[in-house]
């Protein structure tokens, strides 16, 4: 099974949070991939084709050989099991499943903060107005569990970069790069994920004009 071929379907503005989170991981783990873009804004997740691969009808998914996955930390998940030669997660049992307890939470939780700033903030350079009350909210919850993640003056959020890192790190850039105050340690740290080659190879794909 790990010899089959791996395409990966991404949006065709690479603005999905979720999509970079497994690109990252193919390039981290040095795998051939072919990138496949869909416009969905034109509804090309809906087609009948991609219907009939992805289960979800969304992106990312992930197809190997016959096998087709959606849902990105689902996808991450399953390259570590099958190509485990470059860690995506932490060794440790009890530091692995922290690390799916934030990927899961940044994914279902941080509403507010999703809504007013989207990663157009991101990857194309859009300011937004003030955050409202309630995303004012959200952000400190967010800045609140990330210095308590981060603790001590941590480089990554465990012993050694982690996928969860490259997903925090794009959360807190939402705010960063709208020039929304965040603790100077925590841009720190959202600089140095964003540096890994992995990382700036999303960063720097041609993008279409908005």
């Known amino acids: 099974m ?110 507010p903060i999703r809504q007013e700033r ?4 991101v990857f194309y350079g859009v300011q937004y107005a003030p955050l409202s009350p309630a995303a004012q909210l959200a952000a400190r919850k967010l800045v609140d569990a990330a210095q308590l993640l981060l603790a001590g003056g941590r480089e990554y959020l465990f012993d050694q970069w982690s996928i969860a890192d490259v997903d925090l790190a794009v959360m807190l850039n939402r ?6 105050p965040v603790p100077t340690p925590l841009v720190e740290y959202a600089q140095r994920v964003w540096q890994r080659p992995s990382v700036q190879a999303w960063i720097n794909q041609p993008r279409p004009d908005l």
Request: no cysteine; net charge negative; charged share 20%.
């Open 2 to 111: 790990s010899n089959h071929p791996l395409r990966l379907y991404v949006d065709a503005q690479f603005t999905s949070p979720y999509a970079m989170s497994v690109f990252v991981a193919l390039r981290e783990k040095s795998l051939p991939f072919e990138v496949r873009t869909l416009d969905l804004d034109a509804l090309e997740n809906q087609s009948k084709n991609y219907a009939g691969l992805s289960l979800t009808q969304r992106v990312p998914t992930l197809e190997h050989g016959d096998f087709a996955l959606s849902e990105s930390s689902a996808i991450t998940e399953y390259l570590d099991e099958v190509f485990p030669q470059v860690a995506l997660y932490p060794p440790a049992l009890s530091q692995r499943a922290r690390a799916r307890q934030v990927q899961a939470w940044l994914r279902s939780d941080l509403l």
């Open 175 to 180: 705010l960063i790069l709208n020039g929304d």
């Open 118 to 121: 989207s990663t157009l903030v």
